[in-house]
């Protein structure tokens, strides 16, 4: 490197820094700048190692170039770090400083249960695949709770469920829904196809209260019924659910299953999220949480409310809200979100 090689260098890298230098806009980063143009890698210590090779009468003129380049950076360096300390000190006071005009201290908001949370985010993520959201009543009647969904009287499915019945009317005919498929029969009833709909809600069974169980738990529910529809269009609608709420990694299987009012059933599972399917305590070392039941609509189905089976088909799934929020927050008792303890409810 010549005497006017290096001249160019040590310009072009103080032209370089000085606009840098003059916008760096914290001290972390002007030092980091301070290091990049003065350190041990930067323009002036390569010119310094070089200057032994350049003769003897051109070495006192680039150690003055080098000499005249250090000053000038650290010149901007200084005046920058003044510039931002001042504003440093000033924000520190305008934080320390009296604000009479600051209210007092008000009451603790509260905030959405977290089962509510859940089931806010579920239904967002539905209505962006293009359903609609449907709500029906707790207290049903035996039709819309069992014999339009394919359960006539003594039909051996209703020991699946629980019951709990309520007095009103002929004995055994009006009782808490024991899930939200209900909901489903009424839409049916009320809309004509294409129909793509969610049904969360509130659910009651005669259940012994345990780590994964209570005798009233929240669901949700979804029902498509359209021409044309088929298995797949179901795993595809489980797939982009699982993908779009848990994660793009993640994705979904389904399991040959039974309903009474779907066929083929299947109940589907979802990559485990405390391992991301590597196997482990809580998924049984299989690498998959099961998370809920779906299937094709029963045929019998969509007679009971007028819609012909031969012109439409349809797919249901459900699963419960209560156990995707244990998981979520790796709660080890439902009986947790429903003890009113605010200490622990604010952690949601």
Same mark, same amino acid.
């Given at each position: 490197?010549?005497?006017?090689?290096?001249?160019?260098?040590?310009?072009?890298?103080?032209?370089?820094?000085?606009?840098?230098?003059?916008?760096?806009?914290?001290?972390?980063?002007?030092?980091?700048?301070?290091?990049?143009?003065?350190?041990?890698?930067?323009?002036?210590?390569?010119?310094?190692?070089?200057?032994?090779?350049?003769?003897? &009468?051109? @070495?006192?003129?680039?150690?003055?170039? $080098?000499?005249?380049?250090? %000053?000038?950076?650290? !010149?901007?360096? +200084?005046? #920058?770090?003044?510039?931002?300390?001042?504003?440093?000190?000033?924000?520190?006071?305008?934080?320390?400083?009296?604000?009479?005009?600051?209210?007092?201290?008000?009451?603790?908001?509260?905030?959405?249960?977290?089962?509510?949370?859940?089931?806010?985010?579920?239904?967002?993520?539905?209505?962006?695949?293009?359903?609609?959201?449907?709500?029906?009543?707790?207290?049903?009647?035996?039709?819309?709770?069992?014999?339009?969904?394919?359960?006539?009287?003594?039909?051996?499915?209703?020991?699946?469920?629980?019951?709990?019945?309520?007095?009103?009317?002929?004995?055994?005919?009006?009782?808490?829904?024991?899930?939200?498929?209900?909901?489903?029969?009424?839409?049916? &009833?009320? @809309?004509?196809?294409?129909?793509?709909? $969610?049904?969360?809600?509130? %659910?009651?069974?005669? !259940?012994?209260? +345990?780590? #994964?169980?209570?005798?009233?738990?929240?669901?949700?529910?979804?029902?498509?019924?359209?021409?044309?529809?088929?298995?797949?269009?179901?795993?595809?609608?489980?797939?982009?659910?699982?993908?779009?709420?848990?994660?793009?990694?993640?994705?979904?299987?389904?399991?040959?299953?039974?309903?009474?009012?779907?066929?083929?059933?299947?109940?589907?599972?979802?990559?485990?999220?405390?391992?991301?399917?590597?196997?482990?305590?809580?998924?049984?070392?299989?690498?998959?949480?099961?998370?809920?039941?779906?299937?094709?609509?029963?045929?019998?189905?969509?007679?009971?409310?007028?819609?012909?089976?031969?012109?439409?088909?349809?797919?249901?799934?459900?699963?419960?809200?209560? @156990?995707?929020?244990?998981?979520?927050?790796?709660?080890?008792?439902?009986?947790?979100?429903? !003890?009113?303890?605010?200490?622990?409810?604010?952690?949601?």
């Amino acid at each position: 490197m010549n005497l006017d090689e290096i001249r160019e260098l040590l310009d072009g890298a103080l032209g370089e820094a000085r606009p840098a230098i003059i916008a760096a806009p914290t001290l972390e980063e002007l030092e980091a700048l301070r290091r990049r143009f003065a350190g041990k890698r930067s323009p002036a210590s390569r010119v310094n190692e070089s200057i032994k090779t350049l003769p003897s &009468e051109d @070495r006192p003129v680039a150690g003055k170039a $080098v000499s005249a380049y250090n %000053a000038a950076l650290a !010149e901007l360096v +200084d005046r #920058r770090r003044e510039e931002l300390e001042s504003v440093e000190r000033d924000a520190a006071r305008s934080r320390d400083a009296l604000d009479l005009t600051e209210g007092g201290h008000g009451r603790r908001r509260g905030h959405l249960h977290v089962v509510t949370q859940v089931q806010r985010e579920l239904e967002d993520v539905f209505v962006g695949l293009g359903f609609q959201v449907a709500e029906g009543p707790e207290v049903e009647t035996d039709w819309y709770n069992f014999e339009a969904l394919n359960m006539p009287p003594a039909h051996p499915a209703r020991s699946m469920w629980d019951t709990l019945y309520v007095k009103l009317g002929r004995p055994e005919q009006v009782m808490l829904r024991t899930h939200t498929s209900p909901v489903q029969i009424r839409v049916m &009833e009320t @809309r004509k196809p294409p129909i793509y709909t $969610v049904m969360p809600g509130r %659910a009651y069974r005669k !259940e012994t209260l +345990d780590a #994964r169980h209570s005798p009233v738990f929240h669901q949700i529910e979804g029902l498509v019924v359209d021409r044309g529809i088929t298995f797949g269009d179901m795993a595809g609608t489980i797939e982009a659910f699982t993908r779009a709420y848990f994660g793009p990694d993640k994705t979904s299987r389904l399991r040959p299953s039974f309903f009474p009012f779907t066929e083929p059933s299947a109940e589907f599972e979802v990559t485990c999220t405390f391992c991301d399917g590597e196997g482990c305590s809580v998924c049984s070392r299989t690498g998959w949480i099961e998370l809920g039941g779906c299937g094709m609509v029963d045929p019998n189905v969509l007679r009971n409310v007028d819609i012909d089976p031969e012109e439409y088909s349809g797919f249901a799934f459900g699963f419960g809200l209560d @156990r995707m929020a244990m998981d979520r927050h790796d709660v080890d008792h439902i009986k947790t979100f429903f !003890e009113d303890d605010v200490r622990v409810l604010q952690q949601f």
